[in-house]
């Protein structure tokens, strides 16, 4: 069953600015993973942050991970136009599967 | 660096027919996996493939679904008899062993059924 839930759905932004994207879910992880998909595109694997970890970064990406209240943030800074795309968090069911939520669009505006 | 390769990058076809999506997984990876997103929709699993069989599969994959590991390089997705409700973009995705969670995507297949 599917458990990852984003929000917000779609989130505009200039330039410069800053990105919060929020997921949640349901059941224990021990990991959780953020990957962006591009329009018409396929997904590509950003960053995994592990049950046992709060925070990560990788480049202008942070991640964090609460595993009390079972939700995750991925904030993206200084935003740029070629980081418009949708964002989805996704939670490993087992060794065989993930499981993604909705996903949030972000659109940057030059 | 290597990637998923999946072909062709968009299907059209009628309904009730047969269409083969093909995949060539990342050379070095052992497991491999098949989604889809219909428009709109969160991506959903539908089967996982290890050692020349099934891992697991979803409810999404019934009979009208079959996946096949046919050489060494490429790994397809049968669907027999195709519906409407089929229409959406498959994608493939491989991992080896070491990378335990973290899966290499492909591009995707766009079905669409007529």
């Known amino acids: 069953s599917q458990q990852g839930e984003e929000d917000p759905q779609a989130l505009s932004i200039q330039e410069g600015e800053n990105a919060t994207m929020n997921c949640s879910y349901k059941?224990?992880?021990?990991?959780l993973q953020w990957y962006r998909q591009n329009s018409g595109r396929g997904l590509v694997h950003l960053i995994l942050?592990?049950?046992?970890?709060r925070e990560k970064h990788s480049g202008r990406l942070r991640v964090t991970l609460d595993t009390s209240k079972k939700s995750s943030s991925l904030l993206i800074t200084a935003s740029r136009a070629a980081d418009t795309a949708s964002y989805f968090c996704?939670?490993?069911?087992?060794?065989?599967?993930?499981?993604f939520g909705a996903g949030t669009t972000v659109t940057v505006r030059a | 660096e290597p990637e998923v390769t999946q072909t062709p990058s968009h299907q059209v076809t009628q309904m009730g027919q047969e269409v083969i999506l093909r995949c060539v997984p990342i050379?070095?990876?052992?497991?491999f996996y098949w989604y889809r997103q219909i428009l709109g929709q969160k991506v959903e699993f539908l089967v996982s493939?290890?050692?020349?069989?099934?891992?697991?599969k979803s409810e999404i994959f019934d009979d009208q679904f079959s996946v096949e590991r046919p050489d060494g390089s490429n790994f397809t997705l049968k669907i027999r008899s195709t519906k409407l409700e089929d229409s959406a973009m498959y994608f493939c995705?491989?991992?080896?062993?070491?990378?335990?969670?973290?899966?290499?995507f492909g591009a995707g297949t766009r079905l669409s059924v007529l």
């Open positions: 493939f290890y050692n020349n069989e099934i891992s697991e």
């Open positions: 996704a939670t490993p069911l087992n060794d065989y599967k993930l499981s």
């Open positions: 050379s070095n990876h052992l497991y």
């Open positions: 059941t224990s992880i021990n990991n």
């Open positions: 942050i592990r049950s046992n970890e």
């Open positions: 995705a491989s991992r080896d062993r070491a990378s335990k969670n973290i899966q290499y």
